[in-house]
């Protein structure tokens, strides 16, 4: 019994060993609303046996479940391909795992980025109505507002910069809609030619048809007025650590102003 103690002792301290040897890892791994990211840029020739241990160890310290052996063998020769294939990875079912340009690996929470097929959000005949109260889809809290003074180049403006950005959990674009329009559709699936927002062309396809996402309405040849609304999603979650943080109590102009968790403790404010 002794003996079997002893076999214990030593295995935690190799195992203490190797995560400080590996610091630098574990240093690079980041924290998002939506999920978690950490870079293996300096990292992509290592072993099965190395990976296998700081996926496992990342993943369980977050409430995600190990990949398989399978899996971590795929991500293996993805990370380290020649030449380097970047985007999506099917390294579980249940949740996404997305390898960014610069060797970082993004790994979504599934409640906020639903994966699987049977997990994905319900939109059907689902509306928003511009100017109202908040509308709530899964984790999602969406608003529609009018921009009068907006100019027609808003239109353009992406809902954010990349994956990164995109992790924060919170993001916004812009429409143009007839005048007298009240409310708009959820969309499901993917945009379509007609109905895509201009902010939305040549992002990610995958993201685009995960989120309940708003697009343009149908135009009328008759519809000669139009104006601009501005499109706003914010995590539930995020909304509500937000506002119990800042004591907020009013959303006049927008969502709120939140401190986002990222590299630096961005501020980020949501007009």
């Not at 398989?68 to 390294?91: E, M, Y």
């Not at 403006?157 to 007839?178: A, H």
Request: hydrophobic share 35%; glycine share 6%; with cysteine.
């Amino acid at each position: 019994m002794g003996n079997l103690s002893n076999l214990a002792i030593q295995s935690d301290a190799a195992k203490d060993l190797f995560v400080s040897s590996q610091k630098s890892f574990f240093d690079s791994v980041q924290i998002y609303p939506m999920g978690l990211s950490f870079d293996a840029s300096n990292h992509k020739n290592h072993n099965l046996f190395f990976w296998r241990f700081v996926i496992r160890k990342i993943l369980h310290e977050n409430g995600l479940g190990m990949f398989t052996d399978k899996s971590v063998n795929s991500f293996i020769k993805r990370i380290s391909a020649n030449p380097h294939k970047f985007g999506w990875l099917q390294c579980r079912k249940d949740y996404a795992v997305y390898l960014g340009e610069n060797f970082h690996v993004y790994v979504m929470h599934p409640e906020s980025f639903p994966w699987s097929k049977t997990d994905q959000y319900s939109c059907k005949n689902m509306m928003v109505r511009i100017d109202d109260n908040v509308c709530e889809i899964g984790p999602w809290l969406i608003r529609v507002t009018s921009e009068e003074r907006a100019d027609e180049t808003i239109l353009h403006t992406k809902p954010f910069l990349d994956m990164k950005d995109f992790m924060r959990g919170n993001f916004k674009y812009y429409l143009e809609v007839p005048t007298d329009c009240s409310k708009l559709a959820v969309t499901e699936g993917q945009f379509n030619k007609s109905n895509r927002p201009l902010g939305w062309k040549n992002c990610d396809l995958k993201i685009e048809s995960t989120l309940p996402l708003i697009g343009r309405p149908d135009k009328n040849e008759d519809d000669s007025q139009v104006s601009i609304v501005k499109v706003e999603y914010i995590l539930k979650s995020l909304f509500e650590e937000s506002r119990a943080q800042n004591a907020l109590n009013e959303m006049s102009g927008g969502f709120l102003s939140l401190q986002v968790k990222g590299d630096n403790d961005q501020q980020c404010t949501i007009l």
